[in-house]
């Protein structure tokens, strides 16, 4: 009898005790934060989605050494030979650059082999990459095309501009 | 107690014997944490035999590092098990260091005692708070998401990632800690302490939490040897054995902790092993803080595509599962030839076939929630 009692008081004062717990939180500030109308911009080193800059890029195969998983393919640029017009000259640039997401680390790898200042392929602050289908996947560059890059939609036989990409930069800052 | 009740002895024997019935726990039941089936035969609430099924998450990164350069393994480590990855990026360069020679240097050290320490507060936090909601209690979940997001948030800071780090590379670390980073850090350890006794008020000792997992699943120390366990799971049964103590790595034989053991092998042991862990690791992040003097992190002349002298290497550390090892063979090219990784995961899981026979099935969640096994580590 007297055991069954103290049961039900040590279960009683559990739940008393964490109640209590949970009351001292009660009126803490909140510490979440409401996500689509308030967003968190990520710490400077964050590995977000990868961006490109066709400008400085001097096509060097380094990142393409450095990917684990083989997702960077890349084509030299050429000009024609000034003496014989009909053989195609490799100059420092790249011609096209695609990444393709589907297979991406996020890794850095090929951002710390990059070695051009500044990088011409870094992750940017975006963790909202967004994929309707699988050939959004694969970003290409090219001269000209903005860092974000865009993809081949194979239906419509077009480049596009990837839709749904935030400019994390914009977002109001909390921390 | 009523008096027509039979003795449970009696009840086996009663000529009204039910029929056994097959059901699946899993692949899909949020309690598996992953995607692991296990093939309960059962006699009324009783189990009968057990078939855990694993390989819905195998990834073959065994056979991947086989075509993969040194470095590019390290990323392909980080993908077993993704809930604490410093230890797997660890083990990997401990390995492929043995192999080619390398000499972290002092502060590339600390750095990884450091980060493989609070990795394993987060992993043990993800286990408070999941085993929580395998017994019903959902309350401390929040409270350890809460504070492993500001550990998530640590590790942010320093490698970029989440969950998937690639802090810990051949030779040393990835980059070196900011002093800002190092307060924040103090911040975090001197909020979490405190944090650590509303967990014993809200789980820990909480009656109904110590019923149902006190005197269930245990596991015998020799059982426990003989399976092959290792981490929390082998020490809630009174064996003594921490690859940190047994056979130190990265200077843990400077550091100054104590090794948690239970007495029973039960479920509540085992948790708390886990939670009593977290108290030492905290300890040990704060001597590896003082520890920290200034110095290089990375040791020079790491190759960019390293070629080891054909040979053996083997190295284990202690992670938040388990005694994790590495066999790694190279045959002098750029890739190892082999790579075979000792899972704790594995071993851990192998013994539910053994453990859960003879329970009822409303114990089958408390037993395998209390194994923490992460199905990325045992498909690989
Ligand atoms: S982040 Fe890693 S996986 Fe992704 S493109 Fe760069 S090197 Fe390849
Ligand atoms: S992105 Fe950088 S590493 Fe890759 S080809 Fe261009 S310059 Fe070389």
């Excluded at chain 2, 240097?105 to 750095?111: A, I, S």
């Excluded at chain 2, 300890?283 to 790491?302: C, E, T």
């Amino acid at each position: 009898m007297i055991e069954y009692f103290s049961k039900v008081f040590r279960g009683a004062w559990a739940t008393v005790a964490g109640m209590m717990v949970t009351l001292k939180y009660m009126v803490k500030p909140s510490v979440t934060v409401h996500y689509p109308t308030e967003k968190l911009v990520p710490f400077e080193r964050f590995r977000g989605a990868l961006l490109f800059d066709p400008g400085t890029c001097i096509s060097c195969n380094l990142c393409v050494k450095a990917c684990p998983s083989t997702c960077i393919t890349l084509e030299n640029a050429t000009i024609p030979d000034p003496k014989n017009p009909a053989i195609k000259k490799k100059v420092a640039k790249v011609d096209w650059y695609t990444i393709d997401f589907g297979k991406c680390n996020f890794c850095r790898l090929c951002e710390e082999s990059c070695p051009t200042k500044p990088k011409s392929v870094w992750h940017s602050l975006d963790y909202e990459v967004v994929f309707f289908s699988r050939d959004e996947m694969v970003r290409c560059w090219k001269a000209g095309t903005k860092f974000v890059g865009q993809y081949w939609d194979r239906k419509e036989k077009a480049f596009k501009d990837p839709e749904g990409q935030i400019q994390i930069q914009d977002v109001q800052a909390r921390r | 107690m009523n008096k027509g009740a039979m003795a449970p002895d009696q009840e086996q024997d009663t000529p009204l014997k039910s029929d056994s019935m097959f059901i699946n726990l899993g692949p899909q039941h949020p309690s598996t944490h992953g995607v692991l089936r296990v093939g309960l035969t059962i006699d009324g609430e009783m189990i009968t035999k057990a078939v855990p099924d694993v390989g819905y998450l195998h990834r073959g990164t065994s056979k991947l590092a086989e075509v993969r350069g040194y470095h590019h393994c390290v990323v392909l480590t980080d993908r077993w098990d993704y809930v604490s990855a410093m230890p797997n990026n660890l083990v990997f360069c401990l390995a492929a260091e043995r192999l080619m020679g390398l000499n972290v240097p002092p502060r590339g050290d600390v750095l990884r005692v450091l980060m493989c320490e609070l990795n394993r507060i987060a992993s043990h936090l993800l286990f408070f708070g999941t085993y929580g909601i395998d017994i019903g209690a959902f309350t401390p979940f929040l409270y350890a998401f809460r504070e492993r997001e500001m550990i998530l948030d640590l590790f942010e800071m320093v490698s970029g990632a989440r969950l998937t780090y690639n802090y810990i590379r051949l030779g040393g670390v990835m980059v070196d800690v900011t002093d800002e980073w190092v307060a924040k850090c103090r911040e975090f350890i001197e909020y979490f302490k405190p944090r650590l006794d509303e967990y014993d008020t809200l789980l820990t000792y909480n009656p109904i939490f110590m019923a149902r997992t006190e005197k269930v699943g245990l596991i015998p120390p020799q059982t426990a040897v003989n399976w092959g366990l290792s981490g929390p799971n082998l020490r809630g049964s009174g064996v003594n054995y921490d690859v940190r103590k047994a056979d130190p790595y990265c200077g843990y034989e400077q550091y100054d902790f104590e090794i948690p053991l239970g007495k029973t092998g039960s479920c509540w042991d085992r948790y708390f092993c886990r939670v009593s862990e977290m108290r030492q690791s905290v300890r040990i992040v704060l001597q590896a803080l003082d520890k920290l003097a200034p110095g290089p992190v990375m040791a020079p002349g790491v190759a960019k595509v390293p070629k080891p002298q054909p040979g053996e290497a083997y190295a284990h550390v202690e992670g938040a599962r388990g005694d994790l090892g590495i066999f790694l063979v190279s045959d002098g090219q750029a890739s190892p030839y082999r790579m075979h990784v000792k899972a704790p995961s594995f071993m851990n899981l192998a013994i539910l076939q053994e453990l859960l026979v003879g329970n009822k099935v409303s114990d089958v969640i408390a037993i395998l929630g209390s194994t923490d096994i992460v199905l990325g580590e045992v498909d690989r």
